[in-house]
């Protein structure tokens, strides 16, 4: 017979005696919880330590062996005791440990039935042992007692960081977002046990990253805290986040991130051109479709929300020119649409607008998102050549004209100036054999040499005309 507490009965029973960090009891007490074990028809029950193990029957009730993990002592650690009824203390009775860990972790001792761990165990590599007792005869080897499961249990101590495992971390967020967007949520891990005490109930808080952005010290959600962060002024942030376990109380463990948060760009900033007037030089033998000039209202926004229309709203080069936006450069190109004539105008006004061609209506108030500008377009002189009257002319004279007979007159114009004198001559390459002179002041073209019908009834020739500017 054996004795536990006043419950009497015959059998193999577990005395468990359960070790405790100092900080645990307060949290859990000193219940123990059994499980049942095989075979299936035991069941559960609740004993405190020092309380009487009860049985229903015949139907033996083991209770749950614990170890504490992370043992560093230089003795093997005690984990409990097996007794028989059997056993009268006379040496006839031996104990007998099989199953996972015997004799490589467990020990038994076959006379006093004491279970040791002779080793350390890492409750996060294997949390439950699973093996069998039985008390044997010393002499004939036979059970006195059927074999018996039972469980030790790994008991977990606070030994595990928390970590994050996805780390570090990349975020972004739009610039001016009100206090409280959500930017990121940070996630770390622990391998502690989660159902047993705080080891593993990690809280966050922000190490660094104040005032601009806060954690929610249970959900790890990343949030702006400051109003109005604006992108042109500082675009990018470094946090660090730090998870601590216990529930972040004194002597838990802890572990970092770092979280990069960049903030996007929205249009917030209108276009402006930096001066009010601009002023260009155009020739005006400038072809048609040439570009002019470039202007460009500045933008502190980037890609889409800097993008910008340009057009022409007033001035009296409506018609002469027009401005369509750069999609690489954002400039507003100006494109001359007409030939111009110096002698005709030689100066244009245009009013230019640039406008912003993404708004946001959230920022409408910080607008308006366009600006105008006065360009003044000058047309530089170029000088021209002589332009005749009649750019071909016909003159008929008869084979018997004598020399010096008058033929005809050619008259030029300068466009530059209408009383600009002019000098003409026959190029002479059209009259090799010298038929014809020309007055170089009046352009009267007369016969040189007497002319002969048969031998060449007509002749082509080239008059030049030359500005006074040009005479060498």
Request: aromatic share 8%.
């Amino acid at each position: 017979m054996m004795h536990v507490g006043s419950a009497v009965w015959t059998g193999l029973t577990v005395m468990t005696m359960l070790l405790l960090a100092q900080w645990d009891v307060g949290c859990w007490g000193l219940t123990l919880n059994s499980i049942p074990l095989r075979p299936a028809s035991l069941r559960p029950f609740r004993a405190s330590v020092g309380a009487s193990l009860q049985r229903h029957k015949r139907n033996w009730v083991w209770n749950q062996f614990f170890v504490l993990e992370e043992y560093t002592g230089d003795d093997p650690l005690y984990v409990g005791k097996l007794h028989s009824d059997v056993d009268k203390g006379e040496g006839n009775v031996k104990y007998v440990l099989n199953g996972e860990g015997a004799t490589s972790i467990f020990t038994i001792d076959e006379n006093t039935g004491d279970i040791h761990a002779t080793k350390r165990l890492d409750r996060e590599e294997q949390a439950y042992y699973t093996l069998r007792a039985q008390a044997r005869d010393r002499a004939t080897n036979l059970p006195v007692e059927p074999e018996s499961e039972f469980v030790i249990k790994v008991q977990d101590i606070n030994d595990n960081e928390p970590k994050f495992l996805d780390g570090p971390y990349n975020a972004q967020v739009p610039e001016m977002s009100p206090v409280g967007t959500s930017v990121v949520e940070v996630k770390a891990t622990d391998a502690d046990d989660p159902t047993y005490g705080n080891s593993a109930r990690v809280v966050y808080s922000i190490l660094e990253g104040q005032p601009y952005f806060s954690v929610e010290p249970k959900t790890g959600i990343v949030r702006t805290a400051l109003p109005n962060m604006d992108r042109e002024a500082r675009d990018q942030y470094l946090l660090v986040i730090q998870a601590k376990d216990m529930v972040g109380q004194m002597g838990g463990l802890s572990g970092t991130t770092s979280v990069t948060v960049t903030l996007t760009d929205v249009n917030d900033n209108p276009p402006r051109f930096s001066r009010k007037s601009y002023q260009f030089a155009v020739p005006e033998s400038l072809p048609v479709a040439s570009v002019v000039a470039k202007i460009k209202a500045l933008d502190s926004d980037i890609g889409p929300n800097a993008e910008m229309d340009y057009r022409i709203i007033e001035g009296d080069g409506l018609g002469m020119f027009r401005v369509a936006s750069d999609k690489d450069t954002q400039e507003g190109v100006i494109t001359l649409q007409k030939n111009l004539d110096f002698e005709t105008k030689s100066s244009y006004t245009l009013k230019i607008e640039a406008s912003n061609r993404n708004i946001d209506p959230r920022f409408l108030s910080q607008g308006p998102f366009s600006d105008t500008a006065m360009v003044r377009l000058t047309v530089e002189n170029v000088d021209e050549p002589p332009i005749f009257s009649s750019p071909l002319s016909k003159m008929v004279v008869s084979e018997a004209a004598k020399v010096g007979t008058i033929i005809g007159t050619v008259s030029a114009l300068d466009p530059d100036s209408t009383n600009s004198p002019i000098r003409y001559s026959i190029d002479r390459n059209t009259d090799l054999e010298r038929f014809f002179n020309i007055e170089a002041t009046t352009g009267v073209i007369s016969t040189a040499k007497p002319l002969d019908r048969e031998a060449n009834a007509v002749h082509n020739i080239t008059i030049l005309a030359i500005k006074s500017c040009c005479w060498g």
